[in-house]
C-alpha cells in the first residue's frame, strides 16, 4: 500500500475521529426523546404543589367564579352590572369573576463559564433536564419560557405551548453556549422587569456567584414568582485532579492564587463544596423555596423520575 | 586548612556563577502552572487558614533557597580539595619498599609476584588518609625511589605502576637503611616491605641492625607475596677460548634444580644467534649439576645458554608434538650469557740476531703476525702491538707498541742494580698473580748469568733473586714494558713449558687479550669496563636497545648494571669499542620459596592488614558527601511540602 492509499484509508477514520466528541445534536438524540415520551406520560403535572396548571388566578376576568364587586365605571360591560346589588344598596356594582388561565413556567439557565467547567457535562445535564421539564409543562399545556442568564441576561425562547414546540425548545438549547460570567442578581433582575406575567421560575444552576446566589434566589422571591431550585453538582469540581504546586485561577473572574494541592488540602476541599451545598439547601428551605440537588453523574431520566418525584417536583 | 585544588578566587568566581544559576533555576522551579478552576471563592475559604502561616511560608522557601546555595558552596569548596593542616591532624609518614629482584617475576601468583605486589601497593595507596604521606622505592641491588615523600595518590599510584623487576638481588640492608634515613626525624615513621622475602639475609641481616637506634621509632610491617614453585636455573656460565687456538672454545654451565621432585632440562647453546648444542638433563630434586663442553666451535663472539624445564604435562594446544613444554616459573635466570674474546691477529716485532727459541715460542700461536728484523736493520713504520727486543734496546717509536726487553744492556729500560753481573740464581720469589706468569712455574728456573735491576718507584717487580730483582714491568713514554735480567738462553727456562707461556702471556697481556678476560659481569653490581684512554664518556647500549651516557673513571666505563644480557660501549663517533654480557646467576635469587617472616634487628615485621591500612581522610570526599546529603534533605523536604 503506498502512502497515498494509506492516507486515502486513514483520512476518513480521521474524520470521524474528529466527529467523536459528541456532537451537539446528539444531546437531544432519539433516545432521548423517547424517554421524553415516557416521562411526560408518567409525570402528568410539573408542580404538584399548591396549583394546578389550568387553575383560577386572582386575576379578574371572565371566569364563571365569583371573585368580587366594584364601581362601575363608564365603559363597562352592562351585562356586569349587579342589578340586585344596585336594588339592595342603590350603587351601581360590577361583578367581577376569578380568570382561569394557563400557568407560566420559567426555566432560568445558567450559561456561567462554571457551568461547562471541565467535560462540560455539568451544562449538558442541565440542559436535559431544562428540555426534560419543558417536554413536561408543554405537554400539559402550560406556557414554557426558557432564559439563560449569566452576567445578565443572555437570550431567551418566548413562551411557547404544546408539545409540538419541543424541537424548537432543543435547538434554542442546543444554541445556549456557557460562556459567560455568574450575576444572578443582576441577570435576573432583568429578567423580572421583562416578565410581568408571574409563575414558577426554575432556577437550574451551580449557583457558583461571587457575589452570593442569595441575591439571585431573593430576586425571584420578592417579584412574586414561585422559584424552584435545581442545584447542578458536579462531583469532579471538589476533587479536582491536581498535586504539587499550581496557581489557580478562576474560569470566570481570573483571580489567581498559588497553591500547593496536598492531600489534606483535597480533603478540606471536600468538606467545603459539602458544606456550601449544604449551605446553599439551608438556604431555600429556610425561605421555603424549592431545593433539588441535581448531580450531573446520575442519568437525566433517573433524576427526573425518582428524584424530582421523590422531591415532590413532580406528580 | 590549605586549599591543594583551584585557588580561593577562582573558587569564589565559581561560586558567584554556580549561585547565579541556581538563582535563576530556583526562580524556574517557583514558577508554577496555572490551573484554572470553577469557583475560587471556595478555596479562598480554605486557603484562608493558610494565610496565618504566609510569612513562615516565605521563610521555609527561602531555608529552600539556602539549603541548594549551600550545596554549591560545598561542591566548590570540594573542588579546592582543602587539607587539613599538619597541625590539625599528625599523618603517618610511610616508606615502602617494592621488592624488585629477579624472584619478584616469578609467576607463582598470577600473574606475577611483582604485579601482585604493585596492586597490594594500590590498595595501599588507596587506604592513606588524607594527611598521610608516603614514599615508595624500589629495592633491588641499590635502592632507587620513584616518587617524593607526599600525599598525592595520583603521583603515587603513577609511581606504582612504573616499577619494574631487576635481573639483580634485593639488598635488604641498603633497602631498610634507605628507609631509616628517609624517615630520620618524621613522626609517625613505617616501613613497609612489599617482597616474596626470597635470598634476604635472614638472620645476617637481623644481626647487622641489632641496637640500631634508627629502627626503634618506626613501625616495620610486610607485605609479603608468592607462594613458591618450579624452577631450575643457570648458576654458573663461563666461556673462553683456547690460548693456542682461538677458534675453538670451552663452556662450563652449571644448572640447579630448585624443586623438590626431579626434573627433566633441557639445555640449548647459541653462539652468534645460530644453535651449537641442545643437551637433555634429568636432575635429582634439588640438584646442582656442573657441566663441561669442550672443543666448541662455530661461534665467535657471543654465546647464550638456555635452560627450559621439560614438564610432563599433556602438550598444549598450539604447542607441536615433541616440543618442550616449559613449566619453569621463573625465566630471568633460564638464560646465561658470555661474550668471548675478539678473535685478531696479534702483530708482533722481533729484533733479534737470531733466537730460535723465541721464534718457536711465536709459532705456537697461529694469530700471531711476526716481523723479525736484526738490529741492524732499520726500524719498520707499521704498527705493532708488542716488541720484543733480544739484547737489544733500539729506540722505539710509539707505534711499535709495548716493549719485551729479554736481556737489555744498562740504562734502557732499567738501570743495572751493579756493573757486574750475577751468577747461578733463581727465581726465590715471583708475584703469582701476575698476568705474565699465569700458569708458568718460575721457581725450578736455573739461570747462569744476568743482572739485577734497579727498578724506579712506579715499576713493578714481577720476580726476583735473591740478589735483586729479575724481572721487571713497568712503563715508559707512555708504553708497558716487561724486562728479563738474564738472556733466556742462559738458563733452562726455554726448555721449560713455562716459556711459551711466560711469552705469550706476555704478548696476550699487552695486546689485551689476556687469559684473564671476564667473559660476563654480574648484575647488581657496579662495572669497571676498560675503554681506550682520553675518553671522558661513553654511549652504552643495554640489552633492551636503550642507549645510555656512561661516565670513563680511570680508564674504566662505570656502570650499575642490573640486566643480564649484552651489551656495547661505543666512542663518541658511535664506533663499537668493546662489548661484555651481564648474567644474573645467583642461586639463592632462584629460589623461589618466599621467607616466612622478615627479622630486621629484634623486630619481627607485621603482616599489613585492613586496619593498618587506615581509612582516606580526603576532604573533599566529606564534602561531596554533604552536598549529596543536603541534597537529599533538601528533595525530601520539597517533595513533602516542608520547604514550599
Known amino acids: ?107 432560568i439557565l445558567d450559561c456561567s463559564r462554571s457551568m461547562a467547567f471541565g467535560t462540560g457535562e455539568k451544562f449538558d445535564q442541565a440542559r436535559r433536564l431544562c428540555a426534560a421539564l419543558a417536554y413536561v409543562g408543554l405537554a400539559n399545556l402550560d406556557r414554557v419560557t426558557i432564559v439563560g442568564v449569566g452576567d445578565e441576561l443572555a437570550t431567551r425562547l418566548p413562551a411557547t405551548r404544546g408539545k409540538g414546540q419541543i424541537f424548537k425548545v432543543f435547538r434554542f438549547l442546543n444554541e445556549l453556549k456557557a460562556e459567560r460570567g455568574t450575576d444572578l442578581a443582576e441577570g435576573l433582575k432583568t429578567f423580572v422587569a421583562q416578565h410581568k406575567r408571574r409563575g414558577l421560575a426554575v432556577l437550574i444552576s451551580d449557583l457558583y456567584d461571587p457575589k452570593g446566589f442569595e441575591k439571585g434566589i431573593n430576586v425571584l422571591r420578592y417579584n412574586k414568582f414561585e422559584p424552584y431550585v435545581l442545584h447542578m453538582v458536579e462531583p469532579g469540581d471538589a476533587n479536582p485532579d491536581l498535586k504539587g504546586d499550581v496557581r489557580i485561577y478562576d474560569c470566570e473572574t481570573g483571580d489567581e492564587r498559588e497553591v500547593t494541592i496536598t492531600d489534606e488540602l483535597l480533603e478540606r476541599m471536600r468538606g467545603a463544596f459539602a458544606e456550601y451545598q449544604t449551605e446553599v439547601e439551608r438556604f431555600c428551605v429556610k425561605n421555603q423555596v424549592a431545593y433539588f440537588p441535581a448531580d450531573s453523574r446520575t442519568p437525566f431520566d433517573e433524576l427526573v423520575l425518582r428524584v424530582f418525584r421523590r422531591g415532590g417536583f413532580l406528580r | 586548612m590549605i586549599l591543594s585544588g583551584l585557588s580561593l578566587t577562582t573558587l569564589l568566581g565559581i561560586f558567584g556563577a554556580m549561585a547565579a544559576a541556581t538563582l535563576a533555576f530556583y526562580i524556574l522551579r517557583l514558577r508554577r502552572r496555572a490551573v484554572s478552576v470553577p469557583f475560587s471563592p471556595i478555596w479562598q475559604r480554605v486557603l484562608k487558614d493558610k494565610e496565618a502561616t504566609h510569612w513562615f511560608s516565605q521563610l521555609k522557601r527561602w531555608l529552600s533557597l539556602l539549603l541548594q546555595l549551600l550545596i554549591v558552596l560545598l561542591l566548590v569548596f570540594a573542588l579546592g580539595d582543602p587539607r587539613l593542616s599538619d597541625k590539625w591532624f599528625e599523618g603517618r609518614n610511610i616508606v615502602v619498599l617494592v621488592d624488585t629482584s629477579a624472584s619478584m617475576a616469578a609467576s607463582d601468583v598470577q600473574p606475577s609476584r611483582i604485579e601482585v605486589g604493585k596492586k597490594q601497593l594500590t590498595d595501599l595507596v588507596n587506604s592513606l588518609s588524607g594527611t598521610d604521606r608516603m614514599l615508595i622505592a624500589e629495592m633491588g641491588a641499590a635502592p632507587r625511589a620513584v616518587s617524593t615523600m607526599t600525599s598525592d595518590t595520583a603521583e603515587l599510584t603513577r609511581a606504582s605502576q612504573s616499577i619494574r623487576t631487576k635481573d639483580t638481588r634485593a639488598d635488604f640492608e641498603r633497602g631498610i637503611r634507605f628507609a631509616l634515613d628517609s624517615l630520620r626525624g618524621l613522626p609517625k615513621a613505617e616501613i613497609v616491605v612489599i617482597s616474596d622475602g626470597a635470598a634476604h639475609q635472614g638472620d645476617e641481616l637481623s644481626a647487622r641492625f641489632l641496637g640500631d637506634p634508627a629502627l626503634e621509632h618506626v613501625t616495620l610491617r610486610q607485605l609479603p607475596v608468592g607462594s613458591g614453585g618450579k624452577n631450575v636455573a643457570v648458576t654458573a656460565f663461563s666461556v673462553r677460548r683456547y690460548p693456542l687456538d682461538k677458534s675453538r672454545y670451552e663452556v662450563l654451565l652449571e644448572v640447579t634444580n630448585f624443586q623438590p621432585e626431579a626434573a627433566v632440562v633441557e639445555i640449548t647453546l647459541i653462539g652468534d644467534g645460530e644453535t651449537v648444542d641442545v643437551t637433555r638433563l634429568s636432575l635429582e630434586p634439588n640438584e646442582r649439576m656442573p657441566r663441561s663442553y669442550h672443543d666448541l666451535s662455530g661461534a665467535s663472539r657471543t654465546l647464550e645458554a638456555r635452560v627450559a624445564l621439560v614438564g610432563s604435562e599433556p602438550v598444549q594446544p598450539g604447542v607441536e608434538p615433541g616440543a618442550p613444554v616449559v613449566v619453569d616459573q621463573l625465566s630471568k635466570d633460564d638464560s646465561g650469557y658470555a661474550l668471548m674474546p675478539e678473535r685478531r691477529r696479534v702483530r708482533v716485532l722481533l729484533v733479534t740476531a737470531g733466537n730460535r727459541y723465541i721464534e718457536a715460542a711465536l709459532l705456537l700461536d697461529e694469530y700471531l703476525d711476526v716481523t723479525v728484523i736484526t738490529p741492524s736493520d732499520a726500524l719498520p713504520r707499521a704498527e705493532f702491538d708488542v716488541s720484543i727486543l733480544d739484547g737489544v734496546a733500539p729506540e722505539l717509536r710509539a707505534s711499535h707498541g709495548a716493549r719485551l726487553y729479554l736481556n737489555p744492556p744498562p740504562g734502557v729500560p732499567l738501570a743495572h742494580k751493579s756493573p757486574q753481573p750475577i751468577l747461578d740464581f733463581g727465581f726465590d720469589s715471583w708475584d703469582r698473580k701476575s698476568p705474565f706468569l699465569r700458569w708458568a712455574a718460575m721457581g725450578n728456573v736455573q739461570v747462569a748469568k744476568g743482572f739485577a735491576f734497579k727498578p724506579e718507584t712506579a715499576d713493578h717487580v714481577e720476580g726476583e733473586s735473591d740478589q735483586g730483582p729479575i724481572l721487571v714491568s713497568g712503563k715508559r713514554d707512555g708504553q708497558r714494558f716487561l724486562a728479563t735480567g738474564f738472556d733466556p738462553r742462559d738458563s733452562d727456562f726455554v726448555l721449560r713449558v713455562g716459556w711459551p707461556l711466560f711469552l705469550l702471556n706476555a704478548i696476550n697481556t699487552f695486546a689485551s687479550e689476556d687469559t684473564s678476560y671476564i667473559s660476563s659481569y654480574r648484575t647488581g653490581e657496579v662495572w669497571n669496563v676498560p675503554v681506550p684512554s682520553g675518553l671522558n664518556q661513553v654511549s652504552l647500549r643495554t640489552p633492551s636497545g636503550l642507549e645510555e651516557t656512561v661516565p670513563v673513571k680511570d680508564g674504566n666505563a662505570v656502570y650499575f648494571g642490573e640486566y643480564a644480557g649484552f651489551y656495547e660501549l661505543r666512542g663518541p663517533g658511535g664506533e663499537v669499542l668493546s662489548a661484555f654480557a651481564a648474567n644474573l646467576i645467583d642461586a639463592e635469587e632462584s629460589q623461589l620459596k618466599p621467607a616466612e617472616e622478615l627479622v630486621v634487628g629484634h623486630k619481627t615485621a607485621e603482616k599489613v592488614t585492613v586496619s593498618s591500612t587506615g581509612v582516606r581522610l580526603e576532604v573533599w570526599l566529606y564534602l561531596l558527601l554533604a552536598a549529596c546529603a543536603i541534597s537529599a534533605i533538601e528533595w525530601f523536604t520539597y517533595h513533602r511540602r516542608v520547604t514550599v
Open chain 1, 1 to 107: 500500500m503506498g502512502l497515498f492509499d494509506f492516507v486515502k484509508q486513514a483520512l476518513p477514520n480521521a474524520r470521524r475521529l474528529s466527529l467523536a466528541p459528541r456532537a451537539r445534536g446528539e444531546l437531544f438524540g432519539e433516545d432521548f426523546q423517547k424517554k421524553l415520551e415516557t416521562l411526560a406520560i408518567v409525570s402528568r403535572r410539573v408542580f404538584s404543589g399548591r396549583h394546578r396548571a389550568d387553575r383560577r388566578t386572582k386575576k379578574k376576568g371572565s371566569g364563571v367564579e365569583f371573585a368580587d364587586h366594584r364601581d362601575y365605571t363608564a365603559g363597562d360591560d352592562f351585562r356586569f352590572v349587579d342589578w340586585g346589588a344596585y336594588q339592595r344598596f342603590g350603587k351601581l356594582l360590577v361583578r367581577l369573576y376569578e380568570e382561569e388561565e394557563d400557568l407560566s413556567i420559567y426555566f
